[in-house]
């Protein structure tokens, strides 16, 4: 076979290769490769015409390729390594490959290379590599600023030297920018801080944004990058990222909104785009843009929930207000010595209403346990009795409004459960009003009470409506939405270690709801509570108490309390007259409304510790905030205690025999 037919065949392989002479030192050692032959294919994968290689040594033609991987290989096989087949990489003029090469030696003095190019094989393993991990950082990634500094470190150096993105409209955006060098990060913050001000308007992003497709500028040059910035009023900032070659590609949510522009640079590293980029850009976008989406609702949520959150509290702050004098004023009834068995009735029953209004209020300020289900319970031994008549006093207003019969058996015997005699009372009181409702007017009703084994069973029944089969699956979560619902009532009672179902025979057949709750192991203690006789003691001692409050109702039920449990009382209605009254007025208590207009109960707190007059003076803020921080602000204000509004007079008790300790310690 002659050279001609040979190379023909050479030429004809899908196979690049190469023949090289082994060039040695001196010494022997490998030094380089001289080319010698390169067939049609090998020029196709290289791009360089053979005439440009043959007869050139190999580091003359890439003086990098000393420290590349390849040459490693080369010296190995050179110096008597069976043949070697591994992946290389390959760079020449801003061109990227990958091939797959087999080194033989022939003679003992030539390297035969045999290759095929592998780039798109790879290309596609990296990009699918990369895909998957924005996916999955995606998949964890919450915050928007976090989700977009996800993608923009994982974006470099795999799809570009620099990567930035910028989410929002006008000068409420964000950005987030990273470089593949970590000595240009100041200029990635200061760029980003510029850019979420504002995409520079006809700049390359804003293009991007506005058109929603991609946009490519390949052959930037710092002169065309300081054209173009000055021309579009840019940052610039962006000239220190020494970019060559941008692709701009929108963030478009699944709704057809184009939310930001993902910005990928080339630069020191010598690479471009191509339109092979375009796609993989493009399905990254798609993907942070799902992310960035769901980012963007879960912030909206939340406003929405922190004005939810601060509308509630402000709402239970004013109503605890009103609650002030009321339940002053109850208290007043029942301590004002009358005889008249219906007004002391109405004092207490207005008395334990405040109480419940009181415990639904608490809950306001922390609607988040609420949402979740963690409603903390103030749990104590009950009896069965006190339950059961708080909640026939809750539910009567309506069983009387729809003229109804309601028939109440309790056993003979005395039962206790464990367990949150408010909660416990609204789940009885809901089924109750539930029966109410659903039942014709003229209905007959029905709570019965009893022990079955270690559990107290209660049964309310009623000749209504009904509920059929098919309604009976999801009972508990359709029916009921008045109160607390069915729902929070189901799982009321699981908090207390109970079930509640419910039967009907079908409709217009009745139905009846069977709450069932464990017995009380064993008694429980009384709550701590002062002793009587120390009760008696400090209610003894005529204490002087100034009352400071802006809600006139409020101070001068407050003041009329407390002077029916015989102690000297002074009343003001802001902080400027408070402090006046101390000229002469040396309080052993002062209660003070902390939300005040003018001057707040902050203010009044802190110059009333600045008087030396008045240094054994106990502060106590009686106000509508009680969360924690509330309670910290109020210690930092110098006050000795927080009662929240409205004032219970067991309160007041124990802090009178508070006073009266601390009187006889000093």
């Known amino acids: 076979m002659n050279n001609e037919v040979f190379h023909s065949a050479l030429d004809a392989s899908p196979e690049g290769v190469t023949v090289h002479r082994i060039v040695r030192d001196e010494t022997g050692a490998f030094r380089d490769l001289e080319a010698l032959y390169q067939n049609a294919s090998a020029t196709r994968m290289l791009g360089i015409p053979a005439e440009a290689l043959i007869g050139k040594r190999i580091a003359e033609l ?6 590349m991987p390849a040459w490693e290989v080369y010296r190995r096989v050179a110096d008597g390594e069976a043949p070697i087949r591994t992946e290389l990489p390959y760079r020449w003029e801003g ?14 003095r030539y390297l035969v290379l045999f290759g095929r190019d592998i780039s798109e094989r790879r290309r596609i393993a990296a990009e699918t590599k990369l895909l998957a991990e924005v996916s999955a950082a995606l998949a964890t990634s919450v915050e928007l600023q976090e989700t977009l500094e996800t993608v923009a470190r994982l974006c470099v150096p795999e799809l570009a030297d620099v990567c930035g993105l910028y989410v929002g409209s006008g000068s409420s955006g964000r950005a987030a920018w990273v470089h593949r060098d970590p000595l240009k990060e100041p200029v990635t913050l200061q760029l980003a801080r510029e850019l979420a001000q504002g995409l520079p308007k006809d700049s390359l992003a804003e293009r991007a944004l506005q058109q929603g497709e991609t946009l490519l500028w390949d052959g930037v040059t710092p002169l065309l990058l300081a054209d173009h910035l000055k021309k579009v009023s840019g940052p ?4 220190g990222l020494g970019i060559c070659s941008v692709l701009c590609t929108p963030l478009v949510a699944t709704s057809g909104k184009v939310l930001g522009v993902l910005w990928l640079g080339f630069a020191d590293s010598g690479r471009r785009h191509a339109q092979a980029n375009v796609a993989l850009a493009e399905e990254i976008a798609r993907r942070a843009a799902m992310a960035i989406d769901n980012a963007l609702l879960r912030e909206k949520q939340a406003r929405a929930d922190r004005s939810k959150d601060e509308f509630l509290v402000t709402l239970a702050h ?6 002030a004098p009321i339940r002053s004023s109850a208290q007043l009834l029942r301590l004002s010595g009358s005889t008249d068995p219906s007004i002391q009735k109405a004092g207490a029953v207005i ?10 209020i608490d809950d306001l300020l922390d609607v988040g346990r609420i949402a979740s289900g963690k409603i903390e319970l103030r749990r104590r031994q009950l009896d069965l009795s006190e339950i059961v008549n708080a909640a026939v006093e809750t539910s009567t207003p309506l069983i009387e409004a729809r003229s109804h019969l309601l028939r109440v058996t309790l056993p003979p015997e005395r039962l206790r459960v464990d367990g949150d005699l408010t909660r416990l009372s609204q789940v009885l009181a809901t089924l109750l009003n539930n029966a109410a409702r659903y039942t014709p007017r003229a209905g007959q009703l029905s709570l019965i009470a009893a022990r079955e084994a270690n559990e107290v069973v209660v049964r309310v029944g009623d000749n209504g409506q009904g509920i059929s089969k098919e309604t009976l699956t999801n009972l508990f979560e359709t029916r009921g939405s008045h109160g607390i619902g069915l729902n929070l009532a189901r799982s009321l009672v699981a908090m207390h270690g109970g079930t509640v179902e419910a039967r009907s025979e079908g ?3 009745g139905s009846e709801f069977i709450v069932r709750l464990p017995l009380a192991a064993s008694p429980a203690e009384v709550p701590a509570a002062p002793p009587a006789a120390e009760l008696a003691a400090a209610e003894a001692i005529s204490w002087r108490i100034l009352v400071v409050d802006d809600n006139p109702d409020s101070a001068e039920a407050l003041s009329s309390l407390l002077e029916l449990m015989g102690n000297e009382v002074r009343a003001a209605r802001d902080g400027p007259s408070a402090l006046g009254m101390l000229g002469d007025f040396v309080p052993d208590l002062v209660l003070l409304d902390i939300g005040m207009p003018g001057m707040s109960g902050y203010d009044v707190a802190r110059t009333i510790r600045k008087m030396p007059r008045h240094e054994k003076t106990v502060l106590v803020a009686q106000t509508g905030w009680g969360k924690p921080e509330d309670r910290r602000r109020s210690h930092e204000a110098g006050f000795d205690h927080h009662l929240t509004k409205p004032l219970d007079l067991s309160a007041l008790e124990r802090l009178l025999v508070e006073l009266k300790r601390g009187r006889a310690e000093a």
């Open 62 to 67: 890439f003086p990098s390729e000393r420290q």
């Open 95 to 108: 061109n990227d490959g990958w091939f797959e090469v087999t080194v033989v030696r022939v003679c003992d």
């Open 236 to 239: 610039s900032s962006a000239l």
């Open 318 to 323: 004013e109503l605890r207000n009103p609650l």
């Open 351 to 360: 008395e334990r209403q405040i109480d419940h209004l009181v415990h639904l």
């Open 507 to 509: 409709l217009e057949q």
